[in-house]
């Protein structure tokens, strides 16, 4: 059974740009969250997606999208980076899109904007 | 939303020693209580959980208690170990449609030799 993996692991962005961070789901997992997590803080929910469609979303603005694709897999696009948006992207798979299912997460991408 | 506070926010015990940490809500509604271990630098890793049907749950040297009436739900851990070393979080969750978790704050446990 193959975990949650999330590239790249770390990056550095300059204001303004564009970025793209990917997620691979656990094996038999259909449903894929994305949380952005602050240092020293806990995880914020930012969206959710389920048969490739975001189906839940958090207090994130629109600059914040993403997609699923046929295998589940994923992808968190950022626009129009802005210094604030610095922190560690955690992408969680479950086997259903209630949370209460239980996530796995993945290793997490770390965003630096500078 | 959901409120969530956790105490306290770091919390240091001998090595074998237990240690408690608490977690209260505000939404009535909310029905599934987990808590999640990250290890400094590592994925948060879903440890235990316990449904509201459930007042207590248990595994191994960790057990998690639910008080539904006071809005309040309790991770403990005996006999710690410095594998337990990390931060600790709580996430109640009410949804029961595609909401996501909210985490609380974490606390940082710290075993000492």
């Known amino acids: 059974e193959t975990g949650v993996t999330q590239s790249p692991t770390h990056l550095i962005k300059t204001r303004g740009q564009q970025v793209t961070l990917r997620c691979s789901s656990q094996s038999g997992h259909n449903t894929v969250s994305w949380y952005q997590q602050a240092l020293g803080q806990g995880p914020q929910f930012i969206f959710q997606?389920?048969?490739?469609?975001?189906?839940g979303r958090g207090n994130f603005p629109p600059r914040f999208s993403g997609l699923q694709f046929p295998n589940y897999s994923s992808e968190l696009n950022v626009n129009a980076l802005e210094l604030d948006d610095s922190a560690l992207y955690l992408c969680?798979?479950?086997?259903?899109?209630?949370?209460?299912?239980?996530?796995?997460f993945g290793s997490g991408t770390r965003l630096t904007v500078v | 939303g959901e409120n969530v506070e956790q105490h306290p926010s770091t919390l240091s015990v001998q090595e074998g020693d237990s240690a408690v940490i608490k977690c209260t809500y505000s939404d009535s509604a909310s029905n599934y209580f987990p808590w999640y271990k990250q290890e400094l630098g590592k994925r948060p890793q879903l440890i235990i959980d316990?449904?509201?049907?459930?007042g207590e749950k248990k595994d191994q040297r960790i057990a998690v208690t639910l008080n539904k009436t006071a809005k309040h739900f309790s991770l403990h851990i005996t006999e710690t170990q410095p594998e337990d070393s990390a931060v600790y979080f709580c996430a109640p969750y009410s949804g029961g449609g595609a909401d996501g978790l909210t985490f609380g704050k974490g606390t940082h446990l710290i075993i000492q030799p």
């Open positions: 316990i449904r509201s049907n459930v």
């Open positions: 969680a798979s479950s086997l259903g899109y209630s949370a209460n299912y239980g996530y796995t």
């Open positions: 997606y389920y048969r490739e469609e975001e189906n």
